[in-house]
């Protein structure tokens, strides 16, 4: 029993040596990565379920490093989170989102929405109401292009300074939506207290459909409610035909995933885009 804790002991320590040292290698090469311009946005198209027409797209932010190769956001995120470093990639995605709304109606390209996502962390500082309407004037965007993605534990803590930001976001015309439904500690009261336009059901609950009946459960549940409330609902990681039918079918307003298009750079996705 004692070598076997003291095992355990020594792998534990070595999990958190590497983690450790992910922070500080990240960390370093994080803080150049803006000014050095190696952060990008990739877009993936959102359809309406019926007409099967782009009507939105989600922007994911991409970190391709020289040194460390192309970084994932889930793991660079927590990083910039804990190293105090969100509040410039935040602001960065902002940004750049209302930039390429802009340089999109520019080119004809309108009747679309981009949605971005803010962490926990972003919606609880005080300037991220003043950065929204900030980008969106220096883009001369409307508000109503913008989408913002949250997710629900970013609703749980903080709760009267965040509905506060929120509600002054919504008054700029941008949307909110809820990212992730159903995976983290939901509370209806939620849907009620943010007025929120739009709620994605999380890939785990689309991943086993059509066939898993809980699954299937689950997505009507959250469609009827949505529905009821007045809220549309979107469907994330539809990766087969029969995946997107079912949800159209049970009346899932929007669809994203594979099966319609990975997130790509804005020079690939712009081909999918409406004209005005
Ligand atoms: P998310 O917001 O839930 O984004 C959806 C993730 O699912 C994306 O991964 C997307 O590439 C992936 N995905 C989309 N369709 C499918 C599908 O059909 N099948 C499968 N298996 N996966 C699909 P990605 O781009 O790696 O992003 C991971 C997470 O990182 C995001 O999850 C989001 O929470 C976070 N993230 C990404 N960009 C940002 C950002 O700019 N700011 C913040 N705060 N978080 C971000
Ligand atoms: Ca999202
Ligand atoms: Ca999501
Ligand atoms: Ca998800």
Not at 102 to 112: Q, S, T, Y
Not at 124 to 146: F, K, M, N, T, Y
């Amino acid at each position: 029993a004692k070598r076997q804790g003291r095992d355990a002991a020594c792998m534990f320590s070595v999990e958190q040596m590497q983690e450790l040292e992910d922070r500080l290698v990240l960390g370093a090469r994080l803080r150049e990565a803006i000014p050095r311009g190696e952060l990008e946005l990739h877009y993936q198209p959102i359809l309406d379920a019926g007409r099967r027409v782009v009507t939105g797209l989600e922007a994911l932010v991409r970190w391709n490093s020289p040194e460390l190769g192309r970084v994932p956001p889930g793991r660079f995120i927590p990083i910039a989170e804990a190293l105090g470093l969100m509040p410039e990639v935040g602001l960065w995605v902002i940004d750049e989102a209302c930039r390429q709304l802009r340089a999109w109606e520019d080119a004809g390209l309108d009747g679309f929405t981009v949605a971005v996502n803010v962490s926990a962390l972003q919606l609880q500082r005080p300037d991220i109401v003043r950065q929204v309407r900030d980008s969106l004037a220096r883009h001369g965007v409307p508000g109503r292009r913008l989408e913002i993605e949250l997710t629900e534990s970013s609703l749980m803590e903080h709760v009267d300074r965040v509905q506060g930001h929120l509600a002054d976001i919504k008054a700029l015309g941008v949307r909110l939506s809820l990212d992730d439904f159903g995976t983290g500690y939901s509370s209806l009261a939620y849907l009620k207290q943010f007025s929120l336009d739009r709620l994605k059901i999380d890939r785990s609950f689309v991943m086993g459909l059509p066939g898993n009946a809980d699954d299937a459960a689950i997505a009507r549940t959250i469609i009827a409610m949505g529905h009821q409330l007045r809220i549309a609902v979107a469907a994330e990681g539809v990766e087969t035909a029969e995946q997107a039918d079912f949800l159209a079918g049970i009346g899932c307003d929007e669809l994203q995933g594979y099966h319609f298009g990975r997130p790509a750079p804005a020079a690939e996705i712009q081909a999918r885009l409406p004209r005005a």
